[in-house]
Structures are given as C-alpha cells and as structure tokens.
C-alpha cells in the first residue's frame, strides 16, 4: 500500500490518464440520471394522457400502468448494480494511476 500522505495528488490530477479517467466517469455519471428522470416524468404524462394504455390489463388484475410503477424498482436496482460494477473499474484505474506516478516508497502494513 502506497503511503497516502507521500502522494502528491495535485501532480496526478494533471496527468492526461487521470484527465481520461475523470473524462469517462463524467460521461457515465451524469447521463444516468438524466436518462432516469425521464423515464420517471413519462409516468405521470402517461397516467394524464395515455390513459387507455395505462390501464389496460396485461394479466391477471395487473394493468400497464401498474407494472410500469414497479418496474422503477427493477430500474434503480439495476442501475445501483450498474455503477457499482463501474466504479470498480475506475477505482481499479485509480489505483494505477497512483501506482504509476506515486512515491516509490511503500508502506510497510504489520
């Protein structure tokens, strides 16, 4: 493990694969949330003037608008699985980035 403190971060912030690094985790992050909130508005929009559709039985007494509703649970869940699997990769990048340009001295754990 690098000893923290030896790092200097202001130096790896200005390296371009830090730069890359920051470029595709912004490119990944604020897209999703976007992408979230319209589907989450099209609900409302749909349950004011789609209302045929949304209350169209699909099976048993469960309508369309009704699995729509709880098909925002599946999504989050999905997309909180999601980013979980990419941090991991840019913590993984991270890593390397500080290993590349970090102090050559390491930390010696007990």
Known sequence: MVARD????????????F????????????PVPVLFLIYYLIFPVMSAY?????T?????NFTFGYLFGISYYIVIWGLAFLYVFVARSYDRRV????????????????
């Open 6 to 17: 030896l790092i200097e971060f202001e130096k790896i912030e200005k390296t371009e694969e």
């Open 95 to 110: 890593e390397e980035i500080i290993a590349k340009y970090g102090p050559e001295t390491v930390e010696k754990e007990a």
């Open 56 to 60: 169209k039985i699909v099976f048993a």
């Open 50 to 54: 789609a209302k045929p559709l949304m």
């Open 19 to 30: 730069q890359e690094l920051k470029r595709k985790k912004y490119a990944f992050i604020f």
